[in-house]
């Protein structure tokens, strides 16, 4: 066998520079002129879809793919080594194809909601893009290397595979035999596939659906990578062990940006120098305030200042500035957010909330988010002060009290009688005992006066 990788592996190049990455993964803001002139709902919109297609890479998301190109180099080295092995694949029988075994670990692509692992994905298609190769004696080859797919609420095997074919339409309307999904693969090239939004699969808790598709989907051979949310691992955890070594074994974590990170400034200064309505604020002055008012999520910073460019409009002006970016935080649009984002920054024990969403089911022995990248909250300020003011007079003697000036507000509430003790047995019994002999005598003392 040739020593030097085939032309399948070799497009798979892991030793690229950042620069390299960013210059075929980055995507900026489209000029908006005259966005002011717009209705401001209006401008909303098209501001929001404008800053969510933004992408700037950062030290995370190349790491991820840096690590995507990985798994596609070791499968295309072992599954395309050259082109006899190319079309014998292609042209192989169903059984040969239906006994091919996968050898690399389903990853799962994981986080929190809005840091950023769809976008990673939707980078690793434009880092790869598609490539035309002509063998030796054959027709040409579109090799499309990899095979996203965004899963739906209520989608079937047929609607996830069905539009990534060469010719979908002449699939007809049958069942699409998994062979005949194995031949297209090896025909385009395909060395990953990609799923997306599977917390979406089925309404509830239920988790027999999402497993079951990621099963089908790893067993088509090209190594399988599903972004997946907390809420998705946890459904995921209560799988039979089996299931669980196979999807949960391999795990890729993304965070939100730490406040003083260069990626969370570089971020900044791309999002805020894009729009001109954002000039006046300097990521160096502002950038604490928007990651205590977003955790670092990057979605979330998209909202905040979308609804400041409403505050904004709102007063008449042509820049936003940080007061346009407090009553963002605190306007109706961010309402969810602000709930999320506060019950991040409390820093509780993870498996004390309620919405698991939040945390990870999971254990992580490294790249974890430390209590160093926590800083202050105006929500949790204010917790505090008033926690610590309450402790304060529950411990003051009424001569203190009456020294400081404090009176104690009377209770609106009704005084309550203390609670009856639980009835035992015995008590049952006697109760019924005195009754029974309490009509004894009644019935006595009648007979009497009738006598």
């Not at 042509?318 to 920054?345: K, P």
């Not at 300020?381 to 203190?400: C, D, F, G, H």
Request: aromatic share 6%.
């Amino acid at each position: 066998m040739n020593e030097l990788p085939s032309v399948w592996a070799s497009r798979f190049c892991c030793d690229l520079s950042d620069k390299e990455i960013d210059a075929k993964t980055a995507v900026n803001v489209e000029s908006l002129p005259n966005l002011d002139k717009l209705p401001v709902e209006v401008a909303k919109l098209i501001l929001d879809r404008a800053l969510q297609r933004l992408f700037v890479p950062s030290e995370q998301t190349r790491r991820v793919l840096r690590e995507l190109l990985a798994l596609c180099r070791c499968y295309s080295t072992e599954r395309y080594p050259d082109e006899i092995t190319f079309l014998r694949n292609i042209y192989a029988s169903d059984g040969e194809l239906a006994s091919y075994e996968p050898r690399l670990r389903v990853t799962c692509l994981t986080g929190l909601p809005g840091v950023g692992k769809t976008a990673a994905i939707s980078a690793f298609q434009r880092l790869v893009g598609v490539e035309t190769i002509e063998v030796d004696g054959n027709v040409a080859f579109e090799l499309r290397p990899a095979w996203r797919m965004t899963v739906k609420s209520g989608s079937s095997i047929r609607q996830l595979v069905g539009p990534l074919f060469r010719r979908p339409e002449s699939l007809g309307s049958k069942t699409i035999h998994f062979t005949t999904i194995q031949r297209e693969l090896c025909t385009q090239g395909a060395a990953i596939i990609q799923a997306d939004e599977l917390q979406f699969l089925t309404q509830g808790e239920g988790n027999a659906l999402p497993a079951r598709i990621l099963n089908w989907l790893a067993r088509l051979g090209p190594p399988l990578v599903y972004v997946a949310n907390y809420s998705l691992l946890h459904r995921l955890n209560r799988r039979p062990q089996e299931e669980k070594h196979r999807l949960l074994a391999k795990l890729l974590f993304m965070d939100p940006d730490t406040p003083d990170s260069a990626d969370w400034n570089t971020f900044l200064k791309v999002l805020l120098s894009a729009i001109p309505s954002f000039a006046n604020l300097n990521p160096d002055n502002i950038g604490r305030k928007l990651w205590a008012y977003t955790f670092g999520i990057r979605r979330l910073v998209v909202v905040l200042l979308t609804e400041a460019y409403v505050a904004m409009r709102a007063r008449n002006a042509r820049r936003v500035n940080d007061a346009d970016v407090d009553t963002a935080y605190c306007a109706l649009g961010y309402a969810a957010s602000r709930c999320d984002v506060e019950i991040l920054l409390a820093g509780l024990d993870r498996t004390d909330l309620k919405r698991r969403d939040l945390w990870c089911p999971l254990p992580r022995a490294s790249n974890s988010r430390g209590t160093t990248n926590i800083i202050d909250h105006p929500a949790a300020q204010e917790y505090e002060r008033r926690s610590t003011r309450a402790a304060v007079l529950t411990s003051l003697t009424p001569a203190e009290r009456q020294v400081g000036g404090i009176e104690e507000r009377p209770s609106d509430r009704k005084t309550r009688s203390p609670a009856r003790p639980k009835a035992t047995t015995e008590d049952l019994l006697e109760g019924a005992a005195a009754v029974l002999g309490g009509a004894k005598r009644a019935r006595d003392t009648t007979s009497k006066h009738k006598s």
